[in-house]
C-alpha cells in the first residue's frame, strides 16, 4: 500500500464546461437515507467509471436497473470510520508516453469531512454570480468498523455545486493509495517521441461532409519546419461524423521532402469526384505554431485540406507521389 499526502478535491473532482445548477450525480438526495449495503469490495467492482467525465451506462459496467446504491443523508445509526474515493488520473507510463488509470483511495480522518456532508444544501439561485465550470461531486463511500458502506449526499452551495466545507474537508485528510489500474492509454511513447497527439480527427472528411471547400490559394513565401503527423482510421469509424485516427508514425519532416510537400499542396488540379473515407491521413502542423495546418489522405480520394487559423479551409487534390512524401521519418 502506498501512502501520499493528497489533494483530494483537485485529483477527485472533475471540471467540465457547463452552465450554473449542477444537479448531484446518482439517484437519491438529501431528503432520504443513503442506501446501507453490506460488504465494500473495491471500486473496480463497486464503481467501474467513477471519475469518467461523462459516464455513459453500458451492460458490462453498469448495475442492473435498480440495483445502484441510492445516495442520501447519513443514518443516525450508521458511524463511518473511514471514506472512499474512486475516481481517475493521468500520470506517465511505464515506457513513456501517459495512461489514465483508475484509482482507489481510502482516508480515515475523516471528522471534518462529516461535518460538511452533514450541511443542508443551499437554496439554488438568487443573487450569487455563478461561474462557468460545473464542479463534478467525487464518487465517495463511507464505511463503518463493520465494513458496511453507502454513498453520501454532498451538500451544494447556490450554484449548485458541492459546498466549500466539502471541497476544504476533501482536500485535508492523509489517504492513502489501496489500489491502482490501468484504464486506457492517452499517449503512447511513439507518440510523445514524435511530439503528435495520440488521435487527431480526420478534417478533409469532416470538412467535405458540409459542402466542398474552396481551392488552396497561393502559397506563403517561406514556411517554418513542419511535424508530420499519421494517424489509421478504425474500420468502424471511417464514415462517421469526425473520424478520429490513431497515431501510427510521425516526427520532424525532413527539409528535401518538405519542399516536395509544399510543391504538391501548391498543385491546380482539380478535385475528384469521390467519396471514399480515408483509412489514413496525415497531419503536417508548423513547429513554430505559424501557419495553417494541412491535412492530406493518404489512400482513398488522396485529396488534402488547408486549413489556416482563421478559418477559410481550402481544398485540393493530392496524388500516390505526395503519399509516398509523407512516408515515415
Known sequence: MRSSRTVLAVAL?????????GTEIGPGGADEPAQIVDGWTSCAKEAPRAGEMI?????????????????????????????????????PGPTGGQEQIATERRAEEIA????????PSERVGGEVACTLEMV????????????????????????????AEVIAALAGPQSATVDTRTVRQIESAAAEAAGCAQQWTDMVWVETRNGRPGPPGPARSAVGPLRLCVYQVPASLQEGEKPAGDFVYGGQLPTERQAGVLRALNNRRAVVDCSTPATRFAVLRPLDGAGPDRYVELDGCRRFLVAPTTGGAQLGQGDDALAALLGPV
Open 136 to 163: 463534478i461531486p467525487p464518487w465517495l463511500a463511507l464505511l463503518d468498523d463493520r465494513g458496511r458502506w453507502l454513498r453520501p449526499h454532498i451538500p451544494t452551495d447556490s450554484c449548485g455545486k458541492p459546498r
Open 112 to 119: 471534518p469531512l462529516l461535518s460538511a456532508l452533514r450541511l
Open 55 to 91: 459516464p455513459v451506462p453500458n451492460a458490462e459496467t453498469s448495475p442492473p436497473a435498480g440495483q445502484e446504491p441510492t445516495i442520501g443523508r447519513i443514518d443516525p445509526a450508521f458511524t463511518p470510520v473511514a471514506a472512499v474515493i474512486c475516481g481517475r488520473e493521468i500520470r
Open 13 to 21: 473532482l472533475g471540471m467540465a464546461l457547463s452552465g450554473c445548477g
